[in-house]
Structures are given as structure tokens and as C-alpha cells.
């Protein structure tokens, strides 16, 4: 019988991104772009971050959202001083409160410090 870490390997082996499951969930929060008039401020949301990789993340929120809404979000990765601001995200899917984000835009220091917990995680984890 295969772990579901053996599992989650072998998938990522048909990954162009390889996603990893975060050992202790973390928090992020979230804001719906869309026109907010004059005086509107975006409404933020907080949501727990599962699964990350470097072009998505798989997040619970009580945010209601549908596939094709974009949202910005602040990651806050463990034992790093500063968040992964992402610009921009798509709702690819939805089921129930859980949401798959596809990230459409990101600066470069965002994508180094994803790639480095990535990195970090996936090494403690072998």
C-alpha cells in the first residue's frame, strides 16, 4: 500500500510545477479584485493555505468565490520575515469552501521565497 507521500510524488512527477503539502497549514488572506468604487476598500478574507507550488495554491476560505474570480494574495510562509505577495490569482476550481488558485501574477522576490519554502519543505520531508 502506497503512502500518501509516495503518492503525492509520483503525481508530481507528471507536474510542469511540482506542488508539495504544507506539514503545518498556514494563513493568507485574501481580496477580491474587482472595481471597487471611489470609497470601497477591497474586503479581505483570511484562508488556510494545504498544497502550494510555484504557479498555485489549494486554500480553504470562507470567501465566496466562483472559478474565474481573481484575487490577490498575501501568503505568510513560515519562519520568513516577509509574505509572497501575489498580484494576481485565478479561482480555477471550487468544492465546498476549498479553492484551487492559479497564479497569474507575482513579482520575482515573491517566486524566490515560494521557491525557497518550497525547496526547505521538500527536503525535510525525503
Known amino acids: 500500500m502506497q503512502t500518501a507521500h509516495h503518492r503525492e510524488t509520483a503525481l508530481n512527477r507528471f507536474r510542469r510545477y511540482p506542488r508539495v503539502r504544507v506539514p503545518t497549514p498556514f494563513t ?18 483570511v484562508g488556510v493555505v494545504y498544497d502550494l507550488s510555484l504557479r498555485g495554491v489549494r486554500v480553504s476560505t470562507e470567501a465566496p468565490m466562483k472559478p474565474g474570480d481573481l484575487v490577490a494574495l498575501t501568503l505568510r510562509l513560515p519562519k520568513q520575515v516577509a509574505p509572497a505577495e501575489i498580484a494576481v490569482a485565478t479561482v480555477r476550481w471550487t468544492k465546498d469552501q476549498i479553492y484551487g488558485l492559479s497564479f497569474r501574477r507575482l513579482s520575482q522576490s515573491s517566486l524566490n521565497r515560494l521557491n525557497k519554502y518550497m525547496t526547505i519543505t521538500m527536503m525535510v520531508r525525503d
Not at 28 to 45: D, Q, T, V
Open 28 to 45: 493568507c488572506s485574501l481580496a477580491r479584485l474587482e472595481s471597487a468604487g471611489w470609497f470601497r476598500k477591497p474586503i479581505e478574507n
